[in-house]
């Protein structure tokens, strides 16, 4: 049973920083691309950025760039989410999610496993 649990989230100030994790556990985790989304209240869920298995590749949304990096560490099975320079509209929940399709982790529709999300609330 593939589980994906996200921890990390927050409030933060403007202009600040936070890391989020998820640990994945239930698949061989250097097979996967993981993804992070976030869903910010009365809004769909929006595809942040990507990496791929090696963690060699990775992709961003263009309002993300510059500003937040993902990682992965294969030896502990887990993603890393890196966000600085926060704007209250990065309010949002971020999901990690993990696709096979570790080559193209831009395409959405190859996430199939979602973790339950954690809260990222940035003041103004």
């Known amino acids: 049973q593939v589980q994906l649990v996200e921890s990390g989230g927050g409030l933060v100030q403007a202009g600040g920083s936070l890391r989020l994790s998820c640990a994945a556990s239930g698949r061989t985790f250097s097979s996967y691309g993981m993804g992070w989304f976030r869903q910010a209240p009365g809004k769909e869920r929006e595809f942040v950025g990507g990496?791929?298995?090696?963690?060699?590749?990775?992709y961003y949304i263009d309002s993300v760039k510059g500003r937040f990096t993902i990682s992965r560490d294969n030896a502990k099975n887990t993603v890393y989410l890196q966000m600085s320079s926060l704007k209250p509209e990065d309010t949002a929940i971020y999901y990690c999610?993990?696709?096979?399709?570790?080559?193209?982790?831009?395409?959405?529709?190859?996430?199939?496993?979602w973790g339950q999300g954690t809260q990222v609330t940035v003041s103004s």
């Open positions: 990496i791929s298995q090696s963690g060699g590749s990775s």
């Open positions: 999610a993990q696709t096979p399709l570790s080559g193209r982790v831009y395409i959405v529709g190859g996430y199939d496993y």
